[in-house]
């Protein structure tokens, strides 16, 4: 059995790679042709946290895994991340376990690049400015992801704590030819911002109505269970996408409170929810259809997204004989 680590994982990973297999993992979705139960977790409420299981088989890919994922948002982010994650692959013949890899990477890889994969689909072609919200893993992976996407020339970093919003921002400032700076409010990154990321565990909304520019694209994929990243106002207007009708109206842990909430208190229904991802790709449903229009990509994480990125870096792995090979009987 293949073991790879975090550092291996990063290293194997390609991020226009995964966006492309991504687009396929969507489609396949929507389509049927995977297997993905909604999300099941075990909590733990003396620290709000919780250990989710997220099983998955997506055939075009050949893969049959399942990620283990533990949210602890007390963690500092830095020297231990909030989200962290292990990957168990099996043979989709023999059931067979082949791999184990380090699934925090893969978590936070997939999340900016099927966010990416959104702004793809979504933002307009000449969006430049990009607001990012939060500072944690997700913001690094959604700059680096949408840059690749669009043309962005301009980053706006807000969070909760200032000096991290900095630290980030002087971090992208090496890795990026777009200008970034850090701002000191999600009002201000907000304020002409023609893509916004949303990448926090905030309780009250940071993406709001008033501080939105028309012809916006958002992408939330911040989860609290008791809280949300996206006003009503802003749900309400927008052309709203997810990645699966099925997972984002989901009881929790596995769906979005951005929309339960305004479903359960009667300012939309269920069909408010545009399109999937997948139905974007194929061209079942459409997209943006003008440039103002406000479009929101809402989401909760499926695991065909670790399985398109468990995928690559297996694949990646055997070429460049990478990895560690242990036998467990």
Known sequence: MLVLSRSQVESLLDMDALIDALASAMADLSAGRASVPDRVAAQVPAREGFLAAMPGFLPSAKVLMTKLVSLFPHNDGARLPTHQALIVAFDPDTGEPIAVLDGTAITAARTGACSALSARLLAREDATVLAVLGTGVQAR???????????????RVAGRDSVKAVALAEELSGVLEAEVR????????????DIAAATTHTVEPVIRRPWLTPGVHITSVGYNPVGREVDDATVAEALVCVESRQAVLAPPPAGSNDLLTPIRDGLITADHVHAELGELI????????????????KSVGVAVQDAAATALVIMSAREQSIGEEITLR
Do not use: F, N
């Open 182 to 193: 850090a701002v000191s409010g999600y009002a201000e990154a907000l304020e002409g911002a």
């Open 282 to 297: 194929v061209g079942s449903k459409p997209g943006r259809t003008a440039p103002d229009q406000i479009t929101l990509y």
């Open 141 to 155: 992976s959604h700059a680096r992801a949408i840059c690749r996407v669009r043309p962005i020339r301009q980053i």
